[in-house]
């Protein structure tokens, strides 16, 4: 199981990227996603998640200018960030709970391996 990000780069402040993350590999269902990032010095937040259902959660810091989604049939989740800010710059990191076993109905959570995203003021 493969979790492949793309979309990260340089922008400058009250811009946007979209962000994305596909599952590749053989596997038999996902359940939450979610996009992580780390900044220069700082501990790796939860930015946002999104459950198989649909239903989002978001840091209280990005309300209202990310948007997480996903397109179940693509196995690709999204993330699309508006008026970015200097400290939404980060390293971002996407996750899937991935069920990778026809026989065992567990899941396992996989991350992907960052991109870099740089707000400049």
């Known amino acids: 199981v493969q979790l492949v990000e793309s979309g990260g780069g340089l922008v400058q402040a009250g811009g946007s990227l979209n962000l994305s993350c596909t599952v590749s590999g053989a596997i038999f269902g996902i359940n939450d996603m979610a996009w992580y990032r780390q900044a220069p010095g700082k501990q790796r937040e939860l930015v946002t998640s999104v459950r198989s259902d649909g239903s989002t959660n978001y840091v209280d810091s990005v309300k209202g200018r990310f948007t997480i989604s996903r397109d179940n049939a693509e196995r690709t989740m999204y993330l699309q960030m508006n008026s970015l800010k200097p400290e939404d710059t980060a390293v971002y990191y996407c996750?899937?709970?991935?069920?990778?076993?026809?026989?065992?109905?567990?899941?396992?959570?996989?991350w992907g391996q960052g991109t870099q995203v740089i707000v400049s003021s």
């Open positions: 996750t899937a709970d991935v069920r990778v076993s026809f026989v065992r109905p567990t899941y396992s959570t996989y």
